[in-house]
């Protein structure tokens, strides 16, 4: 039986190129990027050459870049960097209501500090309306953070737009760009974000290694200290072989971005279609338009996600009920909650995202597949009901 993989937002499989790139930082260059020896300076050479990469990528400065440790960090980085370095100035973070919790709880620890922190509502579509993050702004407000992609439901957000109702009061604006880069094209000009996280393996690249771009003449407040690596902005020895990852997964995104978006894009819909022409009883969750080019998120009444999902992994398909950082959650999820769906469709929901290695024949494989499994698990469930009733 062929496996399917179509959790491409939870993480993905490392390239070759990439995996080839980074093995030999491994084995043979292991010098510590900070040592004044060829092997260090080997490894400061490396690291530099992949930051490059990753602002290019974004259209950034090279000195933009600061390395972490995954997407988790990076938003961590953002949130408490300015709002320790600029309290004196303000204490009020506004947000929007569909935030990664890497976005979330960092908030939640700042209001334990005394930071307001401000949600945005979302609409049906989980889009933030620019005009409620216009009405959120005050004479206390420091940073807005607005995720460029949502993890789930896949909708873009006008992140452009809402930074420039910031700027226009010298408000600094920070957004998760983890779902987005390398997959959508965009600048950091273009989406006027101040601040930005990216994670590698997201993006065919390795775990454990991403960024914060961090715009010149920004100042925040080191998260990690002890070191002067990254040029005091993020202690810690640099994970070489993980940056050259980084990097060369950056460089190969560049080239084939555009392509894959469109063939994406193009599977997403035969896959959207292909489901709303087999099932009835269903609402698809996302901005119709603008969405990730590989996101299907799909709500069915009458169904419960945990079975559906084992169901479709004993025939060999892989996909989840949302956000795979929450998956182990008996909670509705809190962007479904935002958007308004009811408690019970939330909770059948799932979601397919598609990635580089998804063909057509896959897709047609959850056609095949899908409308059976959820049939038989609706009659299940109205058994259940009836005899529950009947006892």
Not at 81 to 100: F, P
Not at 135 to 162: D, F, K
Not at 304 to 311: G, M, V, Y
Not at 350 to 370: A, K, M, N, P
Request: aromatic share 4%; hydrophobic share 40%.
């Amino acid at each position: 039986m062929k496996k399917i993989y179509l959790d491409h937002a939870a993480t993905t499989s490392t390239d070759p190129a990439v995996l080839e790139a980074m093995i030999p930082w491994f084995r043979d260059r292991f010098g510590n990027p900070s040592s004044p020896h060829t092997f260090g300076r080997e490894g400061r050479a490396a690291v530099e050459t992949a930051r490059e990469k990753v602002a290019a990528l974004l259209g950034a400065g090279p000195m933009e870049v600061v390395f972490a440790s995954g997407g988790t960090e990076s938003d961590t980085m953002a949130l408490w960097g300015v709002a320790r370095a600029l309290r004196d100035r303000g204490n009020h973070i506004v947000v929007s209501s569909v935030e990664h919790h890497a976005v979330l709880e960092p908030c939640r620890e700042l209001a334990g500090e005394g930071f307001e922190i401000t949600q945005l509502p979302v609409d049906a579509n989980g889009m933030v309306d620019p005009d409620d993050a216009a009405r959120a702004l005050t004479h206390r407000t420091i940073l807005v953070s607005v995720m460029h992609a949502n993890n789930e439901i896949g909708t873009i957000q006008p992140v452009a737009e809402i930074a420039r109702l910031a700027h226009a009061k010298g408000i600094y604006v920070h957004t998760d760009a983890v779902q987005t880069f390398g997959h959508v094209p965009f600048t950091v000009d273009e989406i006027e974000a101040d601040l930005l996280s990216l994670s590698a393996h997201k993006l065919y690249g390795p775990k454990g290694v991403g960024a914060l771009f961090i715009r010149k003449g920004i100042r925040i407040a080191p998260l990690l200290r002890g070191g002067g690596q990254e040029r005091g902005r993020r202690a810690s020895t640099e994970n070489v072989p993980g940056i050259v990852g980084l990097g060369r997964a950056a460089e190969v995104a560049r080239e084939n971005m555009a392509g894959e978006a469109a063939e994406l894009a193009r599977l997403r819909e035969r896959l959207i279609e292909g489901i709303r022409e087999r099932i009835e009883g269903l609402r698809f969750n996302g901005h119709p338009e603008r969405r990730l080019p590989g996101n299907v998120s799909v709500s069915f009444e009458g169904v419960e996600a945990e079975p559906l999902l084992l169901t479709l992994d004993l025939m060999g398909i892989a996909c989840s009920g949302g956000s795979a950082c929450s998956s182990t959650s008996v909670e509705v999820s809190h962007v479904l909650s935002a958007i308004g769906r009811e408690a019970g469709m939330a909770r059948g929901t799932i979601r397919f995202s598609l990635g580089r290695e998804t063909s057509e024949e896959d897709i047609d494989r959850v056609l095949e597949v899908l409308p059976p499994v959820v049939k038989r698990l609706r009659a299940a469930g109205r058994k259940g009901t009836e005899a529950r009733q009947n006892a």
